[in-house]
């Protein structure tokens, strides 16, 4: 079975700081992988998504991620952070093909000014 | 394109009772999926409805059960509540029943007494 791995509970950074939430997962196959975003009390929100080719995905709200097949990460970056950044990030697995999305614990993000 | 949306926000239920949330798929997508997601913890996958027929489920009791109608909208239904059954219920819509980018709601936020 497949499971996701964000190793970061919780994380503060400066508000201009860049960022980089950690996601690892174990899967057989690559599977595709996303990065959804959830304010207090809200649902989820799809930042950005892969399936296949470029390694390098660009997503919503100025966030990208970078999939390494060698590493099975699928680490999310911004390289500069808002306040209104602040929210929990949490990535997740789909296996091709399959209906099922297995999500990672969450990683709380912080935001200083 | 109206996006998913999920009803009531929120419910207060005593141990025992039973309860019927309701969702509504985005425009033209024919799937969906349901998440239980505990405080403090990611998304766990409950079922997911195509064709008005059960469509994979993951680990839940038959206590929780669900139906999807003509015009793709689902239900949730949970008997014999739990202490444990707390959550915020999360709705996803996608265009295609396996290997697609899920939608999510704003939830249902359960509280069992």
């Known amino acids: 079975a497949q499971s996701v791995t964000q190793p970061d509970i919780h994380i503060t950074v400066s508000e201009g700081a860049s960022l980089e939430l950690r996601c690892n997962y174990s899967y057989g196959a690559t599977p595709y992988l996303f990065w959804y975003v959830q304010s207090p009390g809200q649902g989820l929100q799809l930042l950005l998504k892969y399936f296949s080719g470029d390694t390098l995905v660009q997503g919503i709200k100025g966030f990208e991620a970078e999939f390494k097949r060698s590493q099975s990460s699928f680490n999310l970056r911004k390289p500069s952070v808002h306040w209104s950044d602040a929210a929990e990030y949490f990535c997740?697995?789909?296996?091709?093909?399959?209906?099922?999305?297995?999500f990672g614990t969450g990683t709380q993000l912080k935001v200083e000014l | 394109e109206t996006g998913v949306t999920q009803s009531p926000t929120h419910l207060i239920k005593t141990r025992g009772q039973q309860v019927t949330l309701r969702c509504s798929s985005q425009s033209g997508h024919n799937t969906v999926s349901w998440y239980q997601q505990a405080l403090g913890q990611g998304p766990q996958f409950i079922f997911q409805y195509y064709r008005e027929e059960e469509n994979g489920r993951g680990n839940f009791p038959p206590r929780f059960s669900g139906l999807q109608f003509p015009n793709y909208s689902s239900e949730l239904n949970v008997n014999a509540l739990e202490l444990d059954d707390s959550a915020l219920y999360l709705c996803?819509?996608?265009?295609?029943?396996?290997?697609?980018?899920?939608?999510f709601g704003p939830g249902t936020r359960l509280t069992v007494l």
């Open positions: 997740a697995v789909l296996p091709e093909g399959g209906n099922k999305l297995t």
């Open positions: 996803a819509s996608s265009l295609e029943v396996q290997g697609d980018t899920q939608y």
